[in-house]
T-cell receptor, first 111, second 113 residues
Framework: DGGITQSPKYLFRKEGQNVTLSCEQNLNHDAMYWYRQDPGQGLRLIYY???????QKGDIAEGYSVSREKKESFPLTVTSAQKNPTAFYLC??????????FGEGSRLTVL | AQSVSQHNHHVILSEAASLELGCNYS??????LFWYVQYPGQHLQLLLK??????LVKGIKGFEAEFIKSKFSFNLRKPSVQWSDTAEYFC???????????FGTGTRLKVLA
């Protein structure tokens, strides 16, 4: 969806470094999500946020952190504690009619 | 806990063949159901959704899905596939009023011209 912007599109990281993935939306939606996509494993929920200053762990939150200081922004930090961070990361918002809209994704590769 | 199973991981069809992709979920209560598609190099898009009412749901590009409550299934169908349907397809479930959307592992469809 054009109203969700993820950056960067591609990111390379050395082991031991933290990296932050950006997700911005201009659609005024409350709920935002971070998913991780790996081949053969589908999408797995990392974190989600229903409102500003509140967020909940998903199924695979270990090694990740988020913040929600502004309604339009939900950045994801992949920390050095994440043992296998190479993946495709997807940000989504929940639409007003109950479906998710996704950004174009960020591909993180650990060297 | 909710879960979604997509048993077909890879499907290869010739153009004009009929398609049916399986999706089963485990959850005892009311659910919202979705099919998403990811074309090569593109972001995930909604194909169709079921919240309530007619269990046969029609979506974009000629796709449809049928919700069978007794079988906990929401299979995706298309009578005649095209080469442009080559993509990965994901089934997802959400319990109304919650914020968790659970996805299946996806089915990669390849349509041969």
């Amino acid at each position: 969806d054009g109203g969700i912007t993820q950056s960067p599109k591609y990111l390379f990281r050395k082991e031991g470094q933290n990296v932050t993935l950006s997700c911005e939306q201009n659609l005024n939606h409350d709920a935002m999500y971070w998913y991780r996509q790996d081949p053969g494993q589908g999408l797995r929920l990392i974190y989600y946020s229903q409102i500003v200053n509140d967020f909940q762990k998903g199924d695979i939150a270990e090694g990740y952190s988020v913040s929600r200081e502004k309604k339009e922004s939900f950045p994801l930090t992949v920390t050095s504690a994440q043992k296998n961070p190479t993946a495709f990361y997807l940000c989504a918002i929940e639409g007003f009619t109950g479906e998710l809209f996704f950004g174009e994704g960020s591909r993180l590769t650990v060297l | 806990a909710q879960s979604v199973s997509q048993h077909n991981h890879h499907v290869i069809l010739s153009e004009a063949a009929s398609l049916e992709l399986g999706c089963n979920y485990s959850y005892g209560g009311t659910v919202n159901l979705f099919w998403y598609v990811q074309y090569p190099g593109q972001h995930l898009q909604l194909l169709l959704k079921y919240f309530s009412g007619d269990p046969l749901v029609k979506g974009i590009k000629g796709f449809e899905a049928e919700f069978i409550k007794s079988k906990f299934s929401f299979n995706l169908r298309k009578p005649s596939v095209q080469w442009s349907d080559t993509a990965e397809y994901f089934c997802a479930v959400n319990a109304p009023g919650t914020y968790k959307y659970i996805f299946g592992t996806g089915t990669r469809l390849k349509v041969l011209a």
